[in-house]
């Protein structure tokens, strides 16, 4: 499989030491923070003064020497506040004015306000966490419609320039908005974004930059890569992509670690030996060997703790002889879960996080229908020793996750382990498509999560392990376990399935990506990956 790159433009970081600095490009982005509120306004009366014009906020430092410098005519001003009912003094982060085209020594410029939202409350005293995201797109959307931009600046306060988390979401973010898949079009009908960028330079207002705010574009950079990976593996047709090209993805990302991350690929024989029933069951079917992927990275210094990451890799889904009746054209998305963990494998081979031993796992296959594929009624036998009725071979996920977990657990021996899958449309049903469900009855490990979650953007939202609704799953005939419940709750259901292949005390979250994975609008979304 083809990997898609990063625009080749630079990011780079720099104090504003005068006006000439920013006019040296061709789009000049000036970033404007909202005046604070009065503590006393209410929700009221913000409501109220929302109906009235928005008193036009003052230009200061950069801004205002760039005004003058451009003539002091005071036509940046009137930028803002022929825009105001809309822009707000740019209270809203990554709002934008209208472009500004104005002649500086025979040269046209075009400039742009960017709303930073409004300042960080004095017991913050740092800007939102998703104040980067917010400029990060926005300078993409700049840089990607207006046309022949070639080089970008954009002036930031001090506030925002100096917090390394702000730059690294802004860096991601910004390389994130200009994906576009072209590896399957033409050069005729290719989607081109940014074709011209070369650079973008944010300017401190600052006296001073430090190494580690370079350091946080870079890194930026590097998960930005690996989210590209992600929407790569997700939106990849069947034809190009199976459990064998997901394996030289898996150990492409090993060769270009620098020697961080190992894999390890374990064939059907392997699977055998370990008593992978469960997912070689599934992967009858597959018009390919089985491919369990494992992923190893391990920092250059002490390990304080051994974390598992296992996907969802089903290449594609039919549903089995229980087949779909709406939606396979999309279930070339069925391996999201995979592409999130591969996704991250990536950008941890580049970030290199010390203090942390990181296990990437994905068993990948296939849900096909042949004469060796599963058939309703089969009774398949886990790793652990479970013994698993198959009601319904489109509830096969599950299955191929049970060995993963098992192989996290008492394998691998992780210390806690986090699983994402396009598991159920039930959770579809609850959370929408943007949203993911987490269940996990560790409360400490769902904090952690729910915080991530907040800083990335990746909405989840905790559901309930509803352990009276385990009883569907273990009151069958002939096995241990059902792999379906009843007609309701089927997203807690498969969720409580998962629990029997991990230790009880073990932290171990499940988290229900089928929502967010995919836009209609622009396929792959990289959820995930952060």
Not at 25 to 40: F, Q, T
Not at 60 to 68: I, Q, R, Y
Not at 329 to 343: H, I, N, P, Q, S
């Amino acid at each position: 499989m083809e990997w898609s790159s990063l625009v080749s433009a630079e990011m780079s970081l720099a104090p504003a030491e005068s006006v000439d600095k920013a006019m040296e490009a061709d789009l000049i982005l000036i970033g404007i923070k909202a005046p604070a509120k009065p503590d006393e306004e209410d929700e009221d009366e913000d409501e109220k003064k929302e109906e009235q014009d928005e008193p036009v906020a003052e230009l200061t430092g950069m801004a205002k020497s760039l005004e003058d410098a451009m003539g002091g005519n005071g036509l940046l001003s009137s930028v803002i506040a022929e825009n105001n009912k809309e822009f707000k003094n740019g209270a809203k982060a990554g709002s934008t004015t209208p472009v500004a085209r104005v002649m500086v020594g025979g040269k046209a410029k075009r400039v742009v306000f960017v709303g930073l939202g409004p300042p960080p409350k004095e017991e913050d005293k740092k800007p939102s966490t998703t104040v980067g995201v917010a400029i990060g797109k926005a300078i993409a959307s700049q840089c990607s419609t207006l046309k022949k931009v070639e080089t970008c600046s954009i002036i930031l306060p001090e506030d925002i320039t100096s917090d390394e988390a702000a730059l690294q979401d802004l860096s991601s973010s910004f390389f994130q908005e200009l994906y576009a898949d072209n590896r399957y079009k033409s050069k005729m009908s290719a989607k081109k974004v940014a074709e011209n960028l070369k650079s973008v330079q944010i300017l401190s207002e600052g006296a001073s930059v430090s190494e580690d705010a370079q350091a946080a574009l870079i890194k930026g950079h590097q998960m930005a890569n690996g989210i590209f990976l992600t929407k790569d593996i997700v939106n990849a047709p069947h034809n190009v992509l199976n459990s064998l090209s997901l394996g030289d993805t898996a150990r492409r990302i090993a060769e270009e670690s620098g020697g961080s991350i190992t894999c390890e690929i374990l064939g059907k024989e392997e699977c055998e030996k370990r008593g992978m029933g469960a997912y070689l069951g599934v992967a009858r079917g597959s018009e390919t060997d089985p491919q369990f992927i494992h992923l190893t990275y391990k920092p250059s210094g002490d390990i304080k703790k051994k974390v598992a990451l296992v996907g969802k890799g089903l290449l594609f889904d039919t549903g089995g002889y229980n087949i779909k009746t709406q939606m396979m054209e999309l279930m070339k998305f069925d391996c999201g879960g995979a592409a999130a963990v591969l996704g991250a494998a990536r950008a941890v081979g580049a970030l290199k996080p010390e203090g942390v031993e990181a296990h990437f796992i994905v068993a990948a296959c296939e849900n096909m229908i042949n004469e060796k594929a599963i058939v309703p009624s089969d009774i398949l036998t886990a790793m652990n020793g479970k013994t698993i009725e198959v009601l319904n071979t489109d509830a096969e996920g599950r299955l191929t996750l049970a060995d993963a977990l098992v192989f996290a657990d008492k394998e691998v021996g992780a210390d806690s382990i986090i699983e994402l899958s396009t598991l159920t449309g039930a959770c579809m049903i609850s959370l929408g498509n943007k949203i993911a469900g987490v269940w996990t009855s560790n409360d400490d490990l769902a904090t952690q999560l729910d915080e991530v979650s907040k800083v990335t953007g990746d909405k989840t939202w905790r559901m309930p392990l509803a352990s009276e609704y385990g009883e569907e799953l273990t009151n069958g005939k002939f096995s241990d376990l059902k792999n379906l419940g009843g007609k309701y709750g089927g997203a807690i259901t498969a969720a409580l399935f998962l629990q029997h292949f991990v230790s009880k005390k073990k932290p171990f979250a499940h988290i229900d990506i089928a929502g967010p994975v995919w836009s209609d609008k622009i396929g792959a979304t990289g959820f995930g990956t952060q």
